[in-house]
Nanobody
């Protein structure tokens, strides 16, 4: 079993900062892309920031236009952990933030399967 466990959500004032963390655990061969999505009340889930694997895809990042210049995604590959540093928070950043991982898991001798794993979500509330 592979799981993602998030931490770091909570309440912040507009203009403040929060840092989210997400650690992958379980039977893992390799973690490819990791990232963060969010879902605000009454809205669809949207991509916030995604970072590809440094080994397989060069470690590139992709940010939603709404967070560029304010949010920074980073990874600690040794710990299979991804972070989201959120600065200059706005009330419209209020949402449940979900961690995402594209993970390769071993299935036996030289056999692997590709998984898309989601965390349980962590609530970020930004007050004005």
């Amino acid at each position: 079993q592979v799981q993602l466990v998030e931490s770091g959500g909570g309440l912040a004032q507009a203009g403040g900062s929060l840092r989210l963390s997400c650690a992958a655990s379980g039977s893992i061969f390799r973690v490819n892309a990791m990232g963060w999505y969010r879902q605000a009340p009454g809205k669809q889930r949207e991509s916030v920031a995604v970072m590809s694997s440094a080994i397989t895809s060069g470690g590139g990042t992709n940010y939603a236009d709404s967070v560029k210049g304010r949010f920074t995604i980073s990874r600690d590959n040794a710990k299979n952990t991804v972070y989201l540093q959120m600065n200059s928070l706005k009330p419209e950043d209020t949402a449940v933030y979900y961690c995402y991982g594209a993970i390769v898991a071993p299935e036996g001798a030289s056999r692997y399967r590709n998984l898309e794993v989601w965390g349980q979500g962590t609530l970020v509330t930004v007050s004005s």
